[in-house]
């Protein structure tokens, strides 16, 4: 069976690495990139650096990578949607709720496959937290807390930090926990002279009864992606940047110090780091949704889930905005 025919517009930051991995995926031949800006990391080599989506739409390509800035993504995925063409489409599928569903609605209407690239929900960790979560290891779950925090990328112009990186934490919550956002309730800063906001820190309940929160923003002078999950029988630690899973036990020793035994709560126990494998995450991503395309069973983010991600962003405003 001949390659997948892939396209490939936006080169910029994240599109290099796309740009990367479909230039050595399995199946897959990178036949056309564009950008307006042209190739300003030389990841295409050997590839004519078009202008427009209509260009690699007229070279003629199976499915499209979607790496532009956010508010481009529905007149680009609009224009792939129309013209029969499978698309991936960076994080957030779109600005706001009103332009997702659009975006949405136009890939159902034309039968082509769009997914959404949250690209969290396939790094090691999550994905080990997630299958021992499923199989009952960690007891009904209580909680779960991120901090996404770290210094601002400038390369960041047309949304806030809800849109850029709460929307991680939003989709890996309810897909770790395999429930949907109940509600939300946010408060927000300007401290860097932006239009957006570069601070949000939410609270929220999933339809579980599952307790969230989420601290992000550009202001903190190191990077840290953590989620804490916390159950019945004790706690995982997933450090996305390592892609490191620990497990804090509940303690079964009895306690003898009177003051702390009395104390109704859970006690240390035993620390355990897993050993997991660690496939690229872009990589598995790239994967899932070329087997999507190929019409096997894969697991993408599609873009009704997507959609539901920027509802939820956009309640994490509106619940900042109106106290």
Known sequence: ???????????????????????????????????????????????????????????????????????????????????????????????????????????????????????????????????????????KVLQIATRRQGPFPPRIADVGVVKDLATHDIDLTAWVAQQPFEWVQARTAHRSGREHEDLVAAVGQLADGTVTSHLVNWLTPFKQRE????????AYVCDTLTADITFYANGTQDTAWDDVANFRGVSEGDVVRFAIPKPEPLRVEHEAFRDAVLGKEADIVTMRQGLNTVRIADQMLAAAQTN
């Open 227 to 234: 989620t804490v999950i916390t159950g019945e029988r004790g």
């Open 1 to 139: 069976m001949a390659n997948l025919r892939a396209g490939m517009i936006g080169l910029g930051m994240m599109g290099r690495h796309h740009a990367r991995v479909l230039g050595s995926l399995d199946g897959v031949d990178l036949v056309a990139v564009a950008d307006s800006a042209g190739d300003p990391h030389g990841v295409a080599p050997g590839h004519d650096v078009h202008s427009t989506v209509s260009d690699l739409i007229e070279i003629g390509i199976d499915y499209c990578v979607v790496a532009v800035p956010t508010i481009f993504h529905e007149e680009v995925g609009m224009t792939l949607a129309a013209a029969g063409v499978h698309a991936l489409i960076e994080k957030p599928l779109a600005p706001d709720t009103a332009s997702a569903t659009r975006l949405t609605e136009a890939f159902e209407k034309h039968g082509v496959i769009g997914a959404v690239g949250h690209i969290e929900r396939y790094n090691p960790s999550l994905q080990e937290a997630r299958r021992r979560i499923a199989n009952g290891d960690l007891g």
